[in-house]
Structures are given as structure tokens and as C-alpha cells.
């Protein structure tokens, strides 16, 4: 299953090391998706938008030391709505594991203050998670085989950028 693939590439972060090429993986696959939904033209009616974490997780990567992470130009064209909506899954149903990963990074000293910051900001809310659930089930026209690709698709650059230390980009 995909998720249990992408669990043992995050890891348990037992050591410091881990936990940093966690932060840079998570990085690399925030950068991505967030340079494809800056092009987003939110759909009318929407007033729900994606838990926001770039601000985070770049002050992580500085309490930790982490190059500046580089521009990336992977471009997933989300203009379709379920396509959208599938990306959307994969990136608000990460913050669930966040509560997990944050008490893992509280036992090496990491905390909202410092170095853990975005684990914070994703595991505050679990209302964001099921007003995105509220949206998904009130999307006119939604077609599920479009947002499955899309999911998946997104897994897959997820688990790409956590596996990986160069991201191959075009
Ligand atoms: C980029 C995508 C994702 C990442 C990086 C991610 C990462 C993780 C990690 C590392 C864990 C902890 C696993 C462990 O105990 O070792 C976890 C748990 C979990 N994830 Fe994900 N995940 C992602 C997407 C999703 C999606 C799409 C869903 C469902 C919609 C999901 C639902 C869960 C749930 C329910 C847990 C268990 C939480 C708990 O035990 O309290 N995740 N995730």
C-alpha cells in the first residue's frame, strides 16, 4: 500500500539526521505542490483553502541548519476542479499523520518553537480536515477516476521527493 511505503521513507526519526532528511524531503514536496497551487484560480464558492505550512517549514529548515531549498519546476496543472480536489486530498490528509510525527520530533527537542514548527501548524485542526471532507462531498461534477489519478499522482511525487535526494525536475 502506498501509504506504508511512504511511512518507511519518512522513518521514526530515532536520530537528528533523520529527522532532517524528513524536513528536506517534506520541503521538496511542499515547493512543488505549492508552485503548482500558486497558479490556482480557486473555484467560486470555495472558502476553504489548503493548510498553509511554507512559512514553517522554512523557518524549520533554518533552526536546522538545511540548505535554502531550491526553486523547483514541477508543474502539476490542477485547473481541473477534481483533479484539484485529489491533490488536495493528499496534502490535507498528510497534516492526520502530524499529531504521530510530532510527538516523535518532541522527543529529540523539537517543538513549535523551533525545528518543528510546521508539525505544529499541521496538527492543530482537525476541523480544517473535515471541512475539506464537507467540500469534497459537495463538489458538483465531481468525477472520482480523475481525482484518483490525481492522488495517486501526488503520492507519488511524495514519495519520489522523501525517497530520493535529488528530485529530478524538467
Ligand atoms: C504527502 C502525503 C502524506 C505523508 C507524507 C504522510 C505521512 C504520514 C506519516 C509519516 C504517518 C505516521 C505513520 C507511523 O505511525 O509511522 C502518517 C499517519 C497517518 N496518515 Fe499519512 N501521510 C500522507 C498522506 C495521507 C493521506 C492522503 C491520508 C488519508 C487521507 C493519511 C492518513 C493518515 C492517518 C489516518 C495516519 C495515522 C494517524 C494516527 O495514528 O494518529 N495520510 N502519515
Redesign the pocket.
Known amino acids: 500500500m502506498a501509504?506504508e511505503q511512504?511511512?518507511a521513507a519518512?522513518g521514526?526519526f530515532n536520530t537528528l539526521e533523520e529527522y532532517r532528511r524528513y524536513l528536506t524531503g517534506?520541503s521538496r514536496?511542499r515547493a512543488a505542490m505549492d508552485e503548482s497551487l500558486e497558479s490556482v484560480v480557486w473555484p467560486n464558492g470555495w472558502s476553504w483553502r489548503p493548510t498553509a505550512v511554507a512559512r514553517s517549514l522554512d523557518s524549520d529548515a533554518i533552526d536546522l541548519n538545511l540548505p535554502a531549498k531550491r526553486q523547483t519546476s514541477y508543474d502539476i496543472d490542477l485547473a481541473d476542479d477534481s483533479v484539484l480536489l485529489g491533490a488536495l486530498?493528499?496534502?490535507?490528509?498528510?497534516t492526520?499523520?502530524a499529531?504521530?510525527?510530532r510527538q516523535r520530533a518532541a522527543a529529540l527537542g523539537l517543538d513549535q518553537a523551533f525545528g518543528a514548527r510546521h508539525l505544529a501548524v499541521m496538527s492543530k485542526d482537525i476541523a480544517q480536515w473535515q471541512s475539506f471532507l464537507i467540500l469534497l462531498d459537495e463538489s458538483p461534477d465531481f468525477d472520482i477516476d480523475r481525482a484518483a489519478a490525481s492522488?495517486n499522482s501526488?503520492?507519488a511525487l511524495?514519495l519520489q521527493c522523501?525517497e530520493s535526494e535529488f528530485l529530478v525536475v524538467q
Open positions: 501509504h511512504l511511512d519518512v521514526n517534506l514536496f486530498y493528499v496534502l490535507e490528509g498528510s492526520l499523520g499529531r504521530v510525527l492522488a501526488v503520492f511524495a522523501f
